[in-house]
């Protein structure tokens, strides 16, 4: 590349810039659709394999322990490779883990399948994260990195409708191999298209000098930077309450403490994801235009409110009115895109040849948490002699939801102590 292609003005978020945002959507959309193929194809997977529902909460788990555990290396990866190479390899890896679930002829192999899903899922979202700081002025960056986490809520969609009609109609082999085929489309689209920064004349990504070792160094760098350790707490601190209703608890805990049927809670949970698409772009725009005071305010309130409310509902006998019960909501799902604050802190404070390691490390934060709040739950509720879902009584998920109190407050308390000398870092970075 000349002297003067590199020194020339690029104009950042024109369509050339959308376009790539998008290709980079689209890996993040197939990423999101395989890891929730297999909770659309609960009921198939558990007649193809001939086992029960437990053993195959193992898929489940396998996959967010490999996703989580990945993060680190996968920021180290990105910093050394590129959003391009790694988006696509995101993908194969998934195809194959899809290929692996589809032909596997015993559960274990499937379960390796699923993880090599997580593997390969692990490596989009901070890629795509990368593509957007590359590509966008830093104040667009909030907004869009809301809108993909928004937009990958289609993939759970497309999930729960389009693959398991497939599934129904064409059999087990036949749509998880369809899935592993659309992987290597979407991957190859991505590596033809895609270049990682506008500065490149080809796609090949320019490496930094000094090779992998310079890479992991930069992960060093990186967790000396006030805003990665920032980031991580709030991930960590907004994002674990609504997961463990999503995930796991919310369904036992309303039937137990509320008293409603099984159907009424699955809906009250699904609204959520309409209200995640409102907020998503709210608070993306808040961010990128009041970048100081705007995203604390966004943490501290949607914390707050939580905190407030959740309180309320233990403390207060149920069933509670409904109004209540959608504040509760609305409070809940603000986490989700309350969490996406941690990569403008971790963009706004590194290099760019650090940033793939600190947005690892800040998102391994909210994996965290949700795992200790997942494990947390069901230690309290057989320290009580709740041990199967039909002793299961107010009472006993009341004190059990208590886990949720420690990690709120050692996580406010770490994001207050990181919060002003990451203001001070983005604030020495503006002027």
């Known amino acids: ?139 667009q960056a909030p907004l869009l990195t809301q809108l993909t986490s928004v937009t990958g809520g289609l993939g759970q969609i497309i999930s729960l409708y389009p693959f398991a009609w497939l599934l129904r109609l064409a059999g087990w082999q036949a749509a998880f191999l369809t899935a592993a085929g659309t992987g290597v489309c979407v991957a190859a689209a991505i590596l033809m298209t895609v270049r990682d920064d506008p500065h490149q004349s080809s796609r090949r990504h320019e490496r930094p000098e000094g090779g992998l070792k310079s890479a992991v160094r930069g992960l060093g760098s990186a967790l000396h930077s006030p805003g990665t350790i920032c980031g991580f707490f709030v991930h960590a601190t907004t994002w674990f309450p609504v997961n463990m209703m999503n995930q796991l608890w919310g369904i036992p805990f309303l039937l137990a403490v509320e008293g409603w049927s099984r159907g009424t809670a699955s809906a009250f949970l699904g609204a959520g994801v309409v209200i995640n698409m409102v907020f998503g772009p709210l608070m993306g725009r808040l961010a990128g235009v009041h970048p100081i005071h705007g995203r604390a305010a966004v943490v501290y309130v949607s914390i707050g409110a939580q905190i407030v409310l959740w309180t309320i509902l233990l403390l207060t006998p149920g069933p509670h009115p409904m109004w209540f019960m959608v504040l509760l909501l609305v409070a809940l799902t603000s986490g989700g895109p309350a969490s996406n604050i941690a990569m403008d802190y971790v963009r706004d404070t590194n290099r760019p040849a650090n940033l793939g390691a600190a947005t690892g490390f800040a998102n391994t934060g909210g994996f965290l948490s949700s795992a200790i709040v997942f494990l947390g739950v069901g230690v309290l509720l057989d320290m009580q002699g709740a041990t199967d879902p039909s002793l299961y009584t107010a009472q006993a998920m009341r004190m059990a939801t208590l886990i949720q109190y420690p990690l709120w407050a050692v996580g406010l308390t770490g994001f207050t102590l990181m919060l002003r000398p990451t203001l001070q870092a983005i604030r020495e970075r503006r002027a």
């Open 1 to 139: 590349m000349s002297e003067t292609t590199k020194n020339a003005p690029i104009r950042l978020g024109g369509p050339r810039a959308y376009f790539m945002w998008g290709m980079g959507l689209l890996g993040y959309l197939f990423a999101v659709i395989c890891r929730s193929s297999m909770s659309a194809a609960g009921i198939e997977a558990a007649n193809h394999f001939h086992t029960t529902s437990t053993a195959l909460s193992g898929f489940l788990y396998l996959q967010l322990f490999v996703y989580a555990i990945m993060q680190v290396p996968a920021g180290v990866l990105l910093d050394r490779f590129g959003a391009r190479i790694l988006i696509s390899c995101g993908g194969l890896f998934m195809a194959v883990g899809q290929s692996l679930v589809a032909l596997a002829p015993v559960t274990w192999l499937a379960v390796v399948g699923r993880g090599v899903v997580g593997m390969g899922d692990a490596l989009v979202f901070i890629s795509v994260v990368r593509l957007i700081s590359a590509w966008f002025p830093t104040r």
